[in-house]
Nanobody, 114 residues
Framework: VQLVESGGGLVQAGGSLRLSCAASGSIFSINSMGWYRQAPGKQRELVATITRVGYTNYADSVKGRFTISRDNGKNTVFLQMSGLKAEDTAVYYC?????????WGQGTQVTVSS
């Protein structure tokens, strides 16, 4: 099983980006999926999670600006980020509970210039 993120990049403050994470391999079950981020010199932190049936949870710092969603048919989770701030700069990681095990993607860099 692999999780592969895409969609990171450089954006100006106030701009938007959409991250995607696709799970591939021998998959028979995916439960919760989520996005985490790690800024230089800081611990990895939760950004947002979503259950298989669509219940969501967000960090206070991104509520109202970020939206997590998923396409169960394509084993993919998305993170729509709007109103980006310099403090959102980090490596963003996808996590998935796949086949009752936890997997992480390799990360994608998001840089917000002020």
């Amino acid at each position: 099983v692999q999780l592969v993120e895409s969609g990171g990049g450089l954006v100006q403050a106030g701009g938007s980006l959409r991250l995607s994470c696709a799970a591939s391999g021998s998959i028979f079950s995916i439960n919760s999926m989520g996005w985490y981020r790690q800024a230089p010199g800081k611990q990895r932190e939760l950004v947002a999670t979503i259950t298989r049936v669509g219940y969501t949870n967000y960090a206070d710092s991104v509520k109202g600006r970020f939206t997590i969603s998923r396409d169960n048919g394509k084993n993919t989770v998305f993170l729509q980020m709007s109103g980006l701030k310099a403090e959102d700069t980090a490596v963003y990681y996808c996590r998935g509970s796949v086949n009752y095990r936890e997997y992480w993607g390799q990360g994608t860099q998001v840089t917000v210039s002020s």
